[in-house]
Antibody
Framework: EVQVVESGGDLVQPGGSLRLSCVGSGFTLSSYNMNWVRQAPGKGLEWVSYSRGSGSTMYFADSVKGRFTVSRDNAKNSLYLQMNRLRAEDTAVYYC?????????????WGKGTTVTVSS | DIQMTQSPSSVSASVGDNVTITCRASQGISSSLAWYQQKPGKAPKLLMYSASNLQGGVPSRFSGSGSGTEFTLTINSLQPEDFAFYFCQQGDTFPLTFGAGTKVEIK
């Protein structure tokens, strides 16, 4: 079965750091472009970042640019989101999502999410 | 950034009704539009891609149309399992952007 599983969410103080992990199974993660999408409590979906399969190209939402980075470990079929200088407004469920192969950038496989809470 | 405006924000309907949700892009996105369904506490699920292509395993009562700036998602003969939130998302340009969502609830 094709799936992704996120982990690493936690309660962290403002200004702190956290690293989220996303492990793929049933497919080779390095062959796919990948996304992180978040959803604040009671709110809609907000795209956070995109990483090309090769790892050579990454895009970030303005709201996280300069604070968040993405990396991959192909040997572990994993994707990571390093979040630094966290703010209260980063509180959300973070989803890892596989970009669908094709002309459009949309997400065909979603994880169940991991919860990040930024609070003192 | 491309703004996605979704309407209505909520709709009350009965089992068997037909429901149409509209998504408008602030600039042309060709047919680079996806629709997702999300139930409370669950991850989104891809329903449609490239505006009118049904994702595998999605019932045929779901259909999508549109191009450019105007798109619709139609659910024919609403079923109990269809009561959920629906989001559109443009896949034409980064940053990817989502509509604010439509809640389909039971009348």
């Amino acid at each position: 079965e094709v799936q992704v599983v996120e982990s690493g969410g936690d309660l962290v103080q403002p200004g702190g750091s956290l690293r989220l992990s996303c492990v793929g199974s049933g497919f080779t993660l390095s062959s796919y472009n990948m996304n992180w999408v978040r959803q604040a409590p009671g709110k809609g979906l907000e795209w956070v970042s995109y990483s090309r399969g090769s790892g050579s190209t990454m895009y970030f939402a303005d709201s996280v640019k300069g604070r968040f980075t993405v990396s991959r470990d192909n040997a572990k079929n994993s994707l990571y989101l390093q979040m630094n200088r966290l703010r209260a407004e980063d509180t959300a469920v973070y989803y890892c999502g596989r970009n669908m192969m094709g002309p459009d950038d949309c997400i065909d496989v979603w994880g169940k999410g991991t919860t990040v809470t930024v609070s003192s | 950034d491309i703004q996605m405006t979704q309407s209505p924000s909520s709709v009350s309907a009965s089992v068997g009704d037909n429901v149409t949700i509209t998504c408008r892009a602030s600039q042309g996105i060709s047919s680079s539009l996806a629709w997702y369904q999300q139930k409370p506490g669950k991850a989104p699920k891809l329903l449609m891609y490239s505006a009118s292509n049904l994702q595998g395993g999605v019932p045929s009562r779901f259909s999508g149309s549109g191009s450019g700036t105007e798109f619709t998602l139609t659910i024919n003969s609403l079923q109990p399992e269809d009561f959920a939130f629906y989001f559109c998302q443009q896949g034409d340009t980064f940053p990817l952007t989502f509509g604010a969502g439509t809640k389909v609830e039971i009348k």
